[in-house]
């Protein structure tokens, strides 16, 4: 698995927007010369990825002098998942294609853990899914994973006994 700078980059830049909206009170717009330089993020990179957040209806632009970008939805309803998915990042924790005749081991078989993997993946989403932007800037995203954490009594409670 493995999440490239494409989905990493835009949640970052998203949620610069979302602070610097909130730490001013306002929903105008946000130069993106501003995010790139506040986040660390080649200005160029950044314009790719907002043509692909703006074709997704995730943002919005506003020209002139007071331009720049601005979210089209509250942060609390901005979820992380659909940023990722609009800049074309895919979130793959098996080997093999869904749907593919060729299994994770180059064949027709599936390896004996892709049934780990695959459920791995669909909790990353229900994850991802679960966060917006405002989780991030009110610092709620941490144990949020722990919610839908199974209990389980301890299986080494005994042992030592």
């Not at 610097?20 to 009170?25: E, F, R």
């Not at 306002?26 to 200005?43: E, F, N, T, W, Y």
């Not at 609390?76 to 299994?103: F, L, P, Y």
């Not at 064949?107 to 780990?116: E, G, M, N, Q, W």
Request: aromatic share 4%; with cysteine; net charge negative.
């Amino acid at each position: 698995m493995k999440l490239t700078t494409k989905g990493r980059y835009a949640v970052s830049a998203l949620a610069d927007i979302a602070a610097t909206g909130a730490a001013t009170g306002s929903d105008g717009p946000v130069a993106l010369s501003d995010v790139a330089l506040r986040q660390g993020i080649s200005l160029s990179y950044l314009e790719q990825l907002f043509a692909k957040l703006r074709r997704a209806g995730l943002v919005e632009s506003v020209r002139g002098v007071a331009g720049g970008y601005a979210l089209t939805a509250p942060a609390s309803e901005t979820r992380v998942a659909d940023i990722i998915a609009a800049v074309d990042e895919e979130i793959r924790t098996t080997a093999c294609a869904t749907g593919s005749a060729i299994g994770c081991q180059g064949t027709s078989a599936r390896c004996l853990t892709h049934d780990l993997w695959d459920e791995l993946g669909r909790q990353i989403e229900v994850f991802l899914n679960a966060v917006t932007l405002e989780d991030i800037i009110e610092r709620r995203v941490a144990g949020m994973a722990a919610v839908n954490a199974p209990i389980r009594e301890n299986s080494f409670a005994g042992a030592a006994e």
